[in-house]
């Protein structure tokens, strides 16, 4: 059942983006309108199917949260984007943001949906899995992504909208964008969400892994990447105040920042071996 | 993370090399280069054993990536440098902009003046007149305290230069500490590092049912027997099996005596390990190590059947003329044929000894297949488990909390609080004493935006006094 709902939320996600690429083609505040209506209702029925999902792991006598394998975490990923993105559209009023934030939902919520390799079924947890640290350390690894997604999609915005501004264009459809100094802002506020969060993520697993394994750090190549994501944006917050490094080169480090939040949630699971294994199947 | 102005100016430190050490640029470049070579790491396998490595490298290449410390390379020269180089810039940097810093604690701004006016943000300067001052400009003070209530501190300076009245108000203050906190956190989290590298013991020690042990084995190239000075037994183990036949949760039921005693009793799972005295134990894996058999020796001439209860590993001299027999070992799973064991026999009378396999699934195995003039049959085996646990002492790994929660803590501050300060002027015109002129003026080293709108909102209620 709930994998039936995730299957339309992911055509709602589908939706939502292309009415968000409407509106920055057209900017109709009806559009805009409609675009974050949409996106609520694929939130909504998104969270009702993960309540199910944890819901029926409790029928079949295997309860547990619904972040314990691919397919859960892609979810779990779709939908703490969609909700800190509602939350900053809400409170910054940038719906033309949608654009460039929904795809990341969608396509999360897509490779979920239709590739072969994730298994869909609810399974039961392996011994290193039965934890309370469990929520708290995926739960806050994956607002912080969520946050560094917001970031990497700002981050694009900006730097077309710095080229723009640097050739002293006019007109077109980058004139409608936020200037590019409230999106330098936007790109720093997401990237200090994301960051303490990373950070707690790190150290709740670190916390877990003493434990579970008797070693907080082991190098093990999951633990080594999401530091190599935390040094990225420590950089990132250092570049911001080094003069020659702000600007087009700070928002091209936090870029490369979610391309390694994305090798530290999927490649080093696709790619590599370790201790994460469970996040592969 | 500190005031950007502050670190734009090109400080005047004394030697070049203070300057280099204490260089973002340094910073940016360092944290660059740490994430580019950690990625090394983590596509060469680290920490194999040579014969492992030998299977994926020629000789060449593995003699020269070990050389070059790619094999350990988290505790290789070069990566350690980097670190520590690292850690030389984080102190210098926060030497070099704390005295700044602190002059906000120091010697804070108290006066509005015209440096200060001119030098602030145009979005947070606003001023206004009223031509006839009713009364003392003293009168308005309340007013304007009820204003900034809350948090904010305020103090005032009263008949500067004769006639003018000053008021400053701030938020926040300490927040500028958030990011020295931070870096401090780091050097907390690394000194408890190298306190557990140097001081700390991890092992492992296995342990079959219902027997003790007094010491482990470290980890490592050379291993080295660590005396626990306290004994630890293993009651008893077990492991349970989901449906689908992944392992669902193993346990140890441990008890620790000491001087004798038993003084400590946890049956310890994978997450839920057990401590005494500095020493953790953790369930980490499990084995078998062989059990008691129950064969049936058949005879083919007499249809004699002798049941014999034997242990892995032990042989047994059977009576009357009839040789040994021994269990050699024990599979799981031997061919796909499901448990199975491999006895020895040696019937005596001049018959060579001679070795097969029977299947506890496959009873008529032996009957069918053996040419001899007796044959086996496995009836049942009673395994017999040892408990694997890895044993650790780390007295850093308290330090290393502490430095996290700072640095959680730091970065909440360093991020999400901000200093906000107002000053205000209230002075008569020096043309006109009638005139009463109001300049606001509000500074926020961060969140400049949301604080740009409370300072809008205040100007407009200064607005409508009269």
């Known amino acids: 059942m709930n994998t039936y709902i995730f299957s339309i939320v992911t055509f709602i996600y589908l939706a939502a983006m292309v009415v968000y690429v409407g509106y920055l083609a057209f900017r109709k505040p009806l559009v805009a309108r409609l675009a974050t209506v949409i996106t609520l209702a694929g939130f909504l029925a998104q969270t009702v199917a993960i309540g199910l999902r944890w819901y029926e792991s409790y029928e079949l006598g295997i309860g547990h949260a619904p972040m314990s394998n691919l397919y859960e975490s892609l979810v779990f990923f779709s939908w703490t984007i969609i909700m800190l993105y509602l939350y900053i559209e809400y409170k910054y009023k940038l719906s033309i943001l949608g654009a460039f934030v929904t795809p990341f939902a969608f396509l999360s919520m897509a490779y979920a949906s239709i590739s072969p390799s994730v298994n869909e079924t609810i399974q039961p947890l392996v011994p290193a899995l039965q934890s309370n640290w469990l929520i708290s350390h995926v739960v806050t690894c994956f607002l912080g992504y969520a946050a560094f997604a917001v970031s990497c999609g700002v981050s694009f915005t900006y730097i077309l909208k710095k080229r723009y501004e640097d050739r002293q264009g006019a007109g077109g459809l980058l004139a409608t964008f936020p200037t590019s100094q409230i999106l330098d802002e936007l790109v720093y506020k997401t990237i200090a969400i994301g960051f303490p969060l990373l950070t707690i993520g790190i150290v709740t697993g670190a916390a877990w892994a003493n434990y579970a394994w008797g070693t907080y750090w082991s190098w093990d190549p999951k633990e080594t990447w999401s530091l190599i994501t935390w040094f990225i944006y420590a950089a990132f917050l250092h570049a911001r105040i080094t003069r020659g490094w702000r600007g087009v080169k700070a928002a091209t480090l936090s870029i490369i920042g979610f391309v390694a939040v994305l090798f530290t949630y999927l490649g080093v699971n696709l790619l590599l071996s370790g201790l994460h294994s469970y996040g592969g199947g | 993370m500190t005031d950007k102005k502050e670190i734009n100016k090109k400080g005047s430190l004394g030697s070049g090399v203070a300057a280099f050490f204490s260089s973002l640029k340094l910073t940016i470049f360092l944290l660059i280069t740490l994430a580019l070579v950690s990625i090394i790491g983590t596509v060469i396998p680290q920490n194999m054993l040579r014969d492992d490595y030998l299977k994926v490298y020629k000789e060449s290449t593995y003699a ?187 346990s140890s039921d441990l008890i620790i005596y000491d001087n004798g005693k038993p003084v400590k009793e946890k049956i310890i799972e994978v997450n839920h390990p057990i401590s005494y005295k500095g020493f953790t134990f953790y369930q980490s894996s499990y084995g078998s190590y062989g059990g008691i058999v129950d064969l049936e020796l058949n005879f083919r001439d007499t249809g004699l059947v002798l049941p014999l209860k034997l242990e892995v590993g032990r042989p047994l001299r059977l009576p009357e003329n009839w040789g040994w027999i021994e269990v050699l070992k024990f599979e799981e799973n031997y061919m796909r044929m499901g448990p199975s064991v491999m006895v020895l026999r040696d019937p005596g009378k001049g018959v060579k000894p001679y070795q097969f396999w029977v299947f506890l699934r496959f009873p008529k195995f032996g009957e069918e297949n053996g040419k001899t003039s007796e044959f086996c049959t496995f009836k049942n085996i009673e395994q017999l488990f040892y408990t694997g646990l890895q044993v650790n002492k780390d007295p850093g790994v308290w330090v290393v909390w502490i430095g996290c929660i700072m640095m959680i803590l730091g970065l909440y501050i360093a991020f999400f609080m901000s200093h906000r300060r107002l000053w205000l002027r209230l002075a008569y015109d020096a043309d006109n004493p009638k005139r009463l002129q109001l300049v606001l003026v509000g500074n926020a080293n961060k969140n400049q935006p949301s604080f740009e709108l409370e300072f809008k909102e205040w100007a407009e209620k200064i607005k409508t006094w009269d």
């Open chain 2, 64 to 250: 020269t990536l070990k050389a070059v410390g790619f094999l350990d390379m988290y505790h290789s020269w070069w990566f350690v440098l980097i670190l520590a180089l690292l850690t030389i810039n984080l102190i210098a940097c926060s030497w070099k902009h704390f005295p700044r810093t602190w002059r906000f604690f120091s010697h804070p701004t108290r006066l509005l003046d015209k440096t200060l006016e001119k030098a602030s943000v145009p979005a947070l300067v606003w001023r206004r007149s009223w031509k006839v001052m009713p009364d003392d400009p003293a009168n308005l003070l309340p007013r304007l305290e009820g204003l900034w209530s809350g948090n904010w501190q305020w103090s005032k300076k009263e008949g500067v230069n004769g006639s003018e009245f000053h008021y400053v108000a701030e938020k926040g203050r300490w927040s500028r500490l958030g990011v020295y906190f931070v870096h401090l956190s780091i050097l907390v989290i690394f000194a408890g590092g190298i306190i557990g590298s140097l001081f700390g013991i991890k092992g492992f020690a296995n342990i079959p049912e219902g027997e003790k042990v007094t010491s482990f084995y470290t980890y490592g190239d050379q291993r080295t027997l660590v005396e626990l000075g306290f004994s630890v037994e293993c009651r008893d183990f077990a492991v349970e099996f989901y449906e689908s036949g992944g392992p669902k949760e193993y």
